[in-house]
Each structure stands twice: as C-alpha cells, then as structure tokens.
C-alpha cells in the first residue's frame, strides 16, 4: 500500500493519501468484527489462557490482536499532532519540559529530554536541529554516577554538545570528589577535556566539588580561549591530601569579559590569584 511508510514513522499523510487510509480503516475495522464475532461464536473468552499456539481458536486470537495493532497503527497515520508545525511542536516540548530541564540539559538518559528526542525521526530532527538554545545548557552531575552510567556520560555530553551548534554555553559541572587525592575517575577526566575543547563557547561556568588539582590542570587548555566568559563560580572545593595547592585561577586569568566570581572551599590563599583588573 502506498501509506505503508507512514506505519513507522509519525509523517503526515498527505491529501491523496488520507482516502486510502481511511478506506483500508475501515476495511481493517470490518475484519476485524468479522473475527470477534467467530471468537463468540465458539465461546473462547473464558479459556483464551488454555489454549494451545497450534490450535484454531489461538490462531484466530492471534490474528484478532494483530488487526487491532494494525487498526491502531491506521488511525495514529491520521492524527492530528502529525499535522502541528514544527514551531508548534517546538512550544509544546518545551512548556512538557520541566523547568530545572530548561535551565539545563542533564547528562543522564533517563530524563525527558533524551526520552523525547529518542521517539522518533520528526521529534529528533526539531528537538536536536531546531532548538539548539535548549542543548547550550548543560548539567552534568557525577555525584551519583556509577556503572554504565560512567562510560554514558561522555557520549550523552558530546551529544549535547553537538546539538548546541555554536551557540554560547553554560555549564553546571558537579563533580564526584571521590578521590581524596584529587584524582579525577577517567569518566570525568574525559568529560573535562571535552568541554575544555569547547571554552571559546564558554559564557557561563560552575564547577562544584572539582579537586584544586583538577582545576589547575585546565589551565594548558582554555589559558587565553574564553573570550565570552562573564561567570565563573567554583564552589566547595574538597580537601585534598595532595602534597600542595596549585595557583588555580591562572587558568582563567584571560578572561576580558568576566564580570563575576566566586570561590569557595578548602584550598591555600597565598597560591591563589585573581587577576582580573574588571572585577
């Protein structure tokens, strides 16, 4: 049938389409009457647990469950959300979002934004091309992160990262400061490096229980490539059984559009320095 492409997939139908898919609907509806009345007839709805795959009356319930799957299949072809523009659709997933998803996309699989860009190629298409302002902020929390979840992360961010374009970003990083040595797990050590590739995007930057070392160690990366940053908020560093605390804000020290930071946690004044004359 010339509509079958639109059994798997949500694609509009078109106008020359609809008559034959209402047409096969109710041709479909008719069979499938057809099959519940001989299903009557022999009396099955009590014993349906009893019988047999190579019975009569089981082949009939098959094809019974089969046809409404397929009736039900017709009709989503012709359902009006497949007809809402894209701007609509865009409106739609944004307000079904929950607003701490609006404020930033959440590395994790498991939340509404990877489940709803995951139910088909439409919705893909307008979440990760159309609405790249919603992927530009990002939330990664690695505090209860273990497992599989570890070796997901990088993938999910650099997806994210990906569906952003180029706008600037804003980042929540809350790291898991299991290491008292500062020793960062090799999941968050990639995730690091992934978005010290993407600092000249950086507009907005927290970083929650990241190690003083770990810190220090962006600072080969994104010295002199933050022209947009304007916030930078590190906030309760942990303690550290490192043999020394390294001069942390030389990593940041070119920063001509920083307007705010703050600092807090445990780490040795004397070796910290602010150079930002704006501040």
Not at 37 to 55: F, G, R, V
Request: aromatic residues 8%; neutral net charge; charged residues 20%.
């Amino acid at each position: 049938m010339c509509f079958n492409h639109l059994l798997s997939s949500n694609q509009p139908a078109d106008d020359l389409e609809i008559p034959a898919i209402q047409s096969a609907l109710l041709d479909a509806r008719k069979r499938l009457l057809s099959i519940e009345e001989k299903l009557i007839e022999l009396e099955l709805a009590e014993i349906e647990d009893e019988l047999q795959q190579n019975d009569p009356e089981a082949q009939l319930l098959l094809l019974r469950d089969k046809q409404r799957t397929y009736i039900m299949k017709l009709q989503g072809t012709l359902s009006p959300l497949r007809r809402f523009p894209t701007e609509i659709l865009s409106l739609i997933f944004t307000f079904a979002l929950p607003s701490w998803v609006r404020k930033g996309v959440s590395i994790d699989p498991s939340s509404d934004i990877w489940r709803i860009s995951q139910v088909c190629r439409l919705w893909r298409a307008i979440l990760c091309e159309g609405m790249q302002h919603l992927w530009s902020s990002i939330e990664l929390d690695c505090m209860g992160v273990n497992g599989n979840g570890q070796s997901l992360i990088t993938t999910l961010l650099e997806l994210a990262l990906q569906r952003s374009g180029r706008r600037p970003l804003s980042i929540k990083f809350y790291f898991s400061h299991k290491n008292k040595l500062g020793v960062l797990p090799e999941s968050e050590k990639r995730c690091l490096a992934v978005l010290a590739n993407e600092s000249f995007r950086w507009k907005e930057v927290e970083l929650r229980y990241i190690p003083i070392s770990a810190l220090d160690s962006l600072s080969a990366a994104v010295k002199s490539h933050m022209p947009l940053l304007s916030r930078l908020v590190i906030e309760n560093i942990p303690v550290s059984l490192a043999a020394d605390t390294p001069s942390t804000a030389e990593a940041f020290q070119v920063a001509p559009k920083l307007q705010h930071f703050s600092l807090s946690g445990y780490f040795r004044p004397a070796r910290f320095y602010l150079p930002w004359s704006q501040l």
